[in-house]
């Protein structure tokens, strides 16, 4: 599906102020979390199951100390491997909306932690969360409730700096190469991540390692590859131990 709805985050314009954090906990209903200082401005210290939306906040220290903000979120794949494994664990468990590419988490769906590790690991930005007492899988859901009335997402309708934009899919992805095309004149270094695998598109001036681990995806070919091999040789596997 390559139309449907788009993010687009331009870190260049990130101060980190993290109202699209607070939003999206407000909006989504999702209960605080302890945090404390570990010598970080970035709090909590990832992603959970009650934070879907988590500013990351880098240093990297060198002649001059450069900081790095990154909004960090589900990307809502085009082809999202999460939902192509968790197809085979329990069905409905992961959907994608043909209307604008969200792809949601059922919570109607509950999973074993076995299997969430599967669909965890098989996320090439480590996105998926995951409650054991529940069995219940979550994060970032596109503010779904909120688009198909007409509404931005809240993290977007927060954002003080206009960092955030969201909208039809081709016009995200024209604002995002403009505005690449601007950056790169100060920035030579200066890419999208994963544009063409993604939804949620963001713009980075510098190695996407200093901004956070799972900024872009390593391999995505390799990684959908691994997948369809597993399925394909699952059967065989479930029937020798049936034999055996």
């Known amino acids: 599906m390559a139309e449907g709805k788009s993010y687009f985050i331009d870190t260049t314009k990130c101060t980190a102020c993290r109202g699209c954090q607070i939003a999206c906990k407000q909006w989504n209903q999702r209960a605080t979390e302890k945090t404390i200082n570990r010598g970080s401005h970035q709090n909590p210290p990832d992603l959970s199951n009650n934070t879907w939306k988590l500013v990351r906040f880098s240093e990297v220290a060198g002649e001059n100390v450069k900081w790095y903000f990154f909004p960090d979120q589900c990307r809502h794949c085009i082809s999202p491997p999460c939902k192509e494994v968790a197809d085979g664990k329990a ?5 994608q909306d043909e209307k604008t590419g969200a792809v949601v ?3 109607k769906v509950k999973m074993k932690p076995a299997d969430f590790k599967e669909i965890r690991e098989a996320c090439p930005y480590d996105i998926p969360r995951f409650l054991p007492s529940t069995g219940i899988m979550a994060k970032c859901t596109m503010c779904f409730d909120r688009i198909k ?3 931005l997402p809240a993290c977007v309708k927060t954002c003080p700096t206009g960092a955030m934009s969201f909208g039809d899919r081709k016009d995200m992805l024209e604002k995002a190469n403009k505005r690449l095309a601007e950056v790169k004149k100060v920035y030579k270094d200066a890419t999208l991540a ?5 939804r949620t598109i963001y713009l980075l001036v510098d190695d996407p390692k200093k901004y956070h681990k799972f900024a872009v995806a390593e391999n995505t070919i390799g990684i959908t590859r691994k997948m369809a091999l597993k399925r394909l040789f699952q ?4 029937l020798r131990h049936m034999i055996g």
């Open 149 to 151: 009335e007409g509404m």
């Open 194 to 198: 994963n544009p063409d695998d993604v």
């Open 105 to 107: 988490f059922n919570s």
């Open 91 to 95: 069905k409905g468990a992961i959907t």
């Open 235 to 238: 059967p065989l596997t479930s």
